[in-house]
C-alpha cells in the first residue's frame, strides 16, 4: 500500500475514522491482481452464475474457460506481456471475456468509450501503441477497419452483443449481425468457443499496469492514466467490505464497464464478492427497471442524471428497487433535492460518492447506514467521507493547506492513487507532486472529516469579480418541481465579463418557462448569482458514463445571439 502519512498535516489525524464502522476500518488484504481475484472467485464458486445478460446466464467456471480460450488465442497471434489491447464495447459479457482474456495473456486493457469517432480512437491506438483491438462487428465494418490500418493495431477481435441472449430487445439491441472479412478479423465468441489454452508464466502482479484508461482531465488532448492491478483491487476490496453485502450477491452494471467507476465498483467489485453482474448492454431506462425486476440487485452504482431518468419513467414503483441494499451515485455529486425527491418516490437513499479515474473510482463515500449532511452555509450535500488508508487535503494555489471548512483544491493521497499518466512524465509532474493526485476540484472539509465538492476549478464564473460556482445555481434549480437535469455555465457578457446561463431539461408533463425559473433562482440567490439566461432543452449534453457535459453548453454555438 502507499504511504498515506503526511508529516505535520491537519488532516493527518484522519478525523473521518470516527465517521466509519469496524468493518470498513479493518485493514484489507485485496487480491495481487484483477485476474487473481477472478480465479479466487472461480474456486470458490465455480456454479455461481458470474454473469446474467437478459436471459444469458455464464457461470463463473464457463467464464474462466471462454477468457482462457480467448487468453490462448492473443498468445498464439503473438501478443506478448505488457502489449496494450484496446476494448471498445458496451456492457455485454463480451467485454469482461475480453478483459479477462488480456488480462490472462498478461497484457494490458486500454478501456475505449464505443462512442468514440474515428478521431478519438485514432489518437488513443497511437498514444498507447495498441496492439490488439477487441470492438463490434458493426464498428469494424463502418469506420474501425480504416481507422486502425493506420495504427500499430495487428491484432482484431470482433463481437456481435446478440450472442448470449435469445431475447434481443429492440428497445437496446436494435441492429443486426455484420460479418467481417475473416482474413481481418476473428470473432471473439468464436475464438472463446476454441478451446485454447491461456498461456503460462505471464501471472500479474500488484505493481503491472491493468488499464491505460483516458481522461481529458482538466484540459488539453485525452491522456493515459495509468491503473495498476493494485489500486483496482484495493478499491474493489474496499467496496466489498464496506458495502457488507453477502457474498454471491447481485450488482447491476448502471455505470458503463469501460469507464472507472463501472470498472472498479461493478466488475471487480463483484469478482471480490463471488458475486453475479448483471448486465444491460447500455442505459435505456425502460430496459433498467425490468432488469431491476428480473435480476433484483442488492446494489448498483451510476451518476445522478441516470437516477433522474429512471425516477423520470412512469412505470417507476417503489418494488423496482425494493431488492436493493445500497445504490450509491458518482461521477458527480448529486444534489440534495435528487436524493430527498428519490427517496419518496422509491425508498432508497443514493449514497454520494467521489473519486476520479485517477484515483481509480471512489476516494471518498457516504458510508452504508449513514446519510451525508448538508452543508448549512452553502447547501451542499457532502460526497462522503475518505477510506481509512488514504488522506485527503485541501489546499490553496501555492499547495498549502487551508484550515478545515475552507475551500480550496481537493488533494488524495492512498493506496488507490495511480503512479500518473502513460509517457507523460511532465504531466505526471504536474498532477501528481510527491505522488499526491491534485483533482483540480475545488472542495473544503469539515472538521469530522465529511468532504464537500464545490465545482471543478476551470468551471468557476467571474461575473463582475464575484465567484460563482455553478453547482451552487443548480443543487437551487433541482428543487424546482419541473426541473429534471440542469447544468449552469459562464457566457461572454461585455459588462459582468462573464454571465450565469443555464441549462434545463423538464420533467414529463412539467411546465415551467425561462422567465419562471430565472425568477425562480432570484428569489434563493444573490443577485449576482441568479440566471440572467435559461433556455430550456429536451436533453442536456453527457459523457456515455451520464456526466452532463458542460464543456458543451459552453461551446459559441449553443449561446450565440
Avoid at 418494488?319 to 425527491?341: D, N, R
Avoid at 449513514?370 to 447547501?379: I, L
Amino acid at each position: 500500500m502507499s504511504d498515506t502519512t503526511v508529516e505535520g498535516s491537519i488532516y493527518a489525524a484522519q478525523p473521518w475514522l470516527g465517521v466509519l464502522n469496524d468493518a470498513q476500518k479493518a485493514p484489507v488484504t485485496p487480491a495481487a491482481s484483477v485476474a487473481h481475484a477472478f480465479a479466487d472467485a472461480v474456486r470458490r464458486a465455480p456454479d455461481t452464475t458470474a454473469l446474467a445478460y437478459f436471459d444469458g446466464r455464464l457461470t463463473y467456471a464457463e467464464v474462466d474457460a471462454l477468457s482462457d480460450s480467448v487468453a490462448g488465442h492473443l498468445a498464439e497471434r503473438g501478443l506478448a506481456r505488457g502489449d496494450r489491447v484496446a476494448v471498445m464495447l458496451q456492457n455485454s459479457p463480451h467485454f469482461v471475456l475480453a478483459l479477462l482474456g488480456v488480462f490472462k495473456a498478461g497484457a494490458v486493457v486500454v478501456p475505449v468509450n464505443p462512442m468514440y469517432k474515428s478521431g478519438e480512437v485514432g489518437h488513443v491506438l497511437h498514444d498507447a501503441e495498441v496492439t490488439g483491438l477487441v470492438c463490434t462487428d458493426r464498428a469494424w465494418e463502418a469506420y474501425l477497419r480504416e481507422t486502425a490500418a493506420d495504427s500499430p493495431v495487428r491484432i482484431v477481435l470482433t463481437a456481435c452483443e446478440l450472442d448470449l441472449q435469445t431475447r434481443g430487445d429492440q428497445r437496446v439491441l436494435n441492429f443486426e449481425r455484420v460479418t467481417p472479412a475473416a482474413t481481418d478479423a476473428d470473432d471473439l465468441l468464436t475464438v472463446a468457443r476454441a478451446g485454447h489454452r491461456a498461456p503460462a508464466y505471464r501471472e500479474l502482479s500488484g505493481d503491472d499496469i491493468a488499464l491505460i484508461s483516458y481522461t481529458s482531465g482538466t484540459s488539453g488532448t485525452p491522456k493515459g492514466a495509468t491503473n495498476l492491478h493494485r489500486n483496482i483491487t484495493y478499491n474493489a476490496e474496499r467496496q466489498r467490505t464496506g458495502l457488507g453485502l453477502p457474498e454471491g450477491a447481485t450488482y447491476f452494471a448502471l455505470a458503463p464497464l469501460f469507464h472507472i467507476t463501472g470498472m472498479v465498483c461493478e466488475l471487480v467489485a463483484s469478482f471480490a464478492n463471488a458475486g453475479t453482474l448483471a448486465l444491460a448492454y447500455r442505459f435505456e431506462p425502460g430496459v433498467v427497471l425490468d432488469a431491476f425486476a428480473e435480476h433484483r440487485p442488492a446494489y448498483t452504482v451510476g451518476p445522478s442524471t441516470a437516477f433522474m431518468a429512471l425516477g423520470a419513467q412512469p412505470q417507476a414503483t417503489r418494488e423496482h428497487f425494493a431488492s436493493f441494499s445500497s445504490i450509491s451515485s458518482g461521477g458527480a455529486p448529486v444534489p440534495p433535492a435528487l436524493v430527498e425527491k428519490f427517496r419518496a418516490a422509491f425508498g432508497p437513499y443514493i449514497h454520494n460518492g467521489y473519486g476520479l479515474t485517477e484515483c481509480t473510482a471512489p476516494c471518498a463515500s457516504v458510508p452504508p447506514g449513514t446519510e451525508a449532511p448538508v452543508d448549512p452555509v452553502s447547501g451542499t450535500l457532502a460526497v462522503g467521507v475518505p477510506g481509512p488508508d488514504s488522506v485527503v487535503r485541501i489546499v490553496d494555489d501555492l499547495g498549502n493547506e487551508v484550515p478545515f471548512g475552507e475551500q480550496g483544491e481537493i488533494a488524495v493521497r492512498g493506496p488507490q492513487v495511480v503512479p500518473g499518466y502513460w509517457r507523460r512524465p511532465e504531466a505526471t509532474e504536474e498532477g501528481f507532486p510527491d505522488g499526491e493526485l491534485r483533482t483540480g476540484d475545488i472542495g473544503f472539509m469539515d472538521a469530522n472529516g465529511w468532504l464537500y465538492v464545490v465545482d471543478r476549478k476551470k468551471d468557476m464564473i467571474n461575473a463582475s469579480g464575484f465567484k460563482v460556482w455553478p453547482r451552487e445555481v443548480e443543487d437551487v434549480l433541482y428543487t424546482h418541481p419541473g426541473v429534471r437535469e440542469a447544468a449552469v455555465v459562464g457566457i461572454p457578457d461585455a459588462y459582468r465579463g462573464e454571465s450565469v446561463k443555464a441549462y434545463v431539461s423538464l420533467r414529463p408533463g412539467a411546465e415551467a418557462t425561462p422567465e419562471e425559473l430565472a425568477a425562480y433562482c432570484k428569489e434563493r440567490l444573490a443577485a449576482y448569482k441568479y440566471p440572467r439566461e435559461v433556455e430550456v432543452l429536451r436533453e442536456l449534453p453527457k459523457t456515455a458514463s451520464g456526466k452532463i457535459l458542460r464543456r458543451e453548453l459552453r461551446a459559441p454555438a449553443h449561446h450565440a445571439q
